[in-house]
């Protein structure tokens, strides 16, 4: 008797209208990864630009540029979806969060990972070592708006710490 597929077919109905729905409530949070994997395409152009202007070899492949990308989005709707699971498995049935929730955590992973994806090659682009770099020029720049001799004292504090 093949009573156990129809079964198997109507779970994996009632799973994949449910999970629908979650990533139909998500839509501007996946609009939102798609905006930061489009920053972080555009990134990661300007690194590759930057390494050629400065000769070091470094090919840009468009076909794999944009699998890389549409994987991304795969890989942004999968985190939702394990979200959606985890959400009706574990969080509804212990009143922390519903699905919908959990489906817009796991996307987060995805976004964060985004972030600072687009953080290392901005770090490449401006020549900043590292992210640190960058908040200490900032900080140089916030002060130097108040006091010009602040701001160089500070600097040199900041070159001096690195120097050690």
Not at 48 to 76: C, G, L, N, P
């Amino acid at each position: 008797m093949k009573t156990g597929s129809i079964g198997t077919a109507t779970i994996w109905f009632t799973f994949s209208s449910e999970a629908i729905a979650a990533i139909y409530d998500c839509r501007w949070l996946i609009m939102l990864c798609f905006i930061m994997m489009i920053v972080d395409l555009w990134w990661a152009y300007s690194e590759h630009m930057y390494k050629q202007a400065h000769e070091q070899q470094d090919i840009w492949r468009k076909s794999r540029a944009i699998r890389r990308t549409a994987m991304k989005f795969v890989d942004y709707l999968t985190l939702m979806v394990v979200g959606v699971v985890l959400g009706l498995a574990v969080t509804e049935p212990l009143g922390i969060c519903d699905h919908v929730t959990s489906a817009a955590c796991g996307g987060l992973i995805g976004f964060t990972a985004d972030i600072f994806s687009v953080v290392g090659h901005i770090c490449v682009v401006k020549e900043w070592r590292t992210p640190t770099a960058f908040m200490k020029k900032f900080m140089v720049a916030l002060v130097r708006t108040k006091s010009n001799d602040i701001a160089e004292a500070l600097d040199e504090t900041l070159n001096n710490k690195e120097e050690q």
